[in-house]
């Protein structure tokens, strides 16, 4: 293959094509992605159906789901990118909603699944390997790499206070707002029997907890401290009945005389 250079044939997986990369015009060496049509049972991976995807090994991580999708969009259309640190079945993943919560960074080099929308564009995609390396980077859309990658990614680190308090805020809003209609239910079904004569025990109970005063809290600690002395004073009678009956099982005579003495 043409685009192969620079990749060792002998270190190709059976059933692989190979494309050649580069992220710069003045790149010497191609960097290798290895691609194949992922191929599973029908059902078993919703979020990348076979025929329809194609698997991607070898992904450095500065190559990301718009570089690969900018990529193989030369082949078809591309309807989706998954960037993962290991192959497994994949599942429709619900819209990321937080900037600052539950990111999880990728690290090291990676593997990808790119969904198009027509089937034909996998076995296009798996062509390109006869061609010479592929470009990634341009002036348009650039990859940044090396330290230029690294002062991105520590810029990008940088929290912004005024947009953390306002996604703050809103969580916090959302989350009142489904306490409330919770209790409001839980208010409205309390002691309603249901159809078959059951009725629900709520979350708060016939009898809900007062929140303790500051002389109510005094006097549980005084109550505790009491409790505590008298535990200790119980346990030195332990200790001196204990020692009286060692020291008459070490002493006999003595504990006798001392016995007609008294």
Not at 41 to 67: K, M
Not at 236 to 244: D, I, L, V
Request: charged residues 30%.
């Amino acid at each position: 293959m043409a685009a192969a250079t620079g990749c060792a044939a002998g270190a190709v997986p059976a059933g692989y094509a190979v494309l050649a990369v580069k992220f710069s015009e003045r790149q010497r060496s191609p960097h290798c992605l290895l691609v194949k049509e992922h191929q599973v049972r029908e059902g078993t991976d919703t979020a990348h159906p076979p025929r329809r995807t194609l698997f991607v090994l070898n992904v450095p991580p500065y190559c990301g789901p718009d570089s690969l999708s900018r990529l193989f969009s030369r082949c078809g259309h591309v309807q989706s990118v998954d960037v993962c640190d290991k192959p497994g079945p994949g599942e429709k993943k619900d819209k990321l909603t937080s900037k600052f919560f539950d990111h999880k960074t990728l690290k090291g080099f990676q593997i990808a699944y790119v969904v198009f929308r027509k089937p034909a564009a996998v076995q296009a995609a798996k062509a390109l390997s006869h061609q010479g390396p592929l470009l990634i980077s341009t002036e348009s859309y650039p990859v940044k790499t090396g330290i230029s990658k690294w002062i991105a990614s520590y810029e990008a680190s940088i929290v912004d206070p005024k947009e953390l308090k306002a996604e703050v805020d809103a969580y916090m809003q959302d989350y009142d707002k489904k306490m409330a209609e919770e209790e409001a239910k839980a208010a409205k079904e309390e002691g309603v029997p249901d159809e078959e004569g059951w009725v629900k025990v709520t979350r708060k109970g016939r009898k809900p907890g007062l929140p303790r005063t500051e002389a109510a809290n005094l006097r549980v600690l005084e109550k505790e401290k009491q409790k505590r002395a008298r535990k200790e004073l119980l346990n030195f009678y332990a200790w001196q009945h204990r020692e009286t009956k060692r020291e008459r099982r070490l002493y006999p005579a003595a504990s006798k005389q001392l016995t007609g003495w008294i």
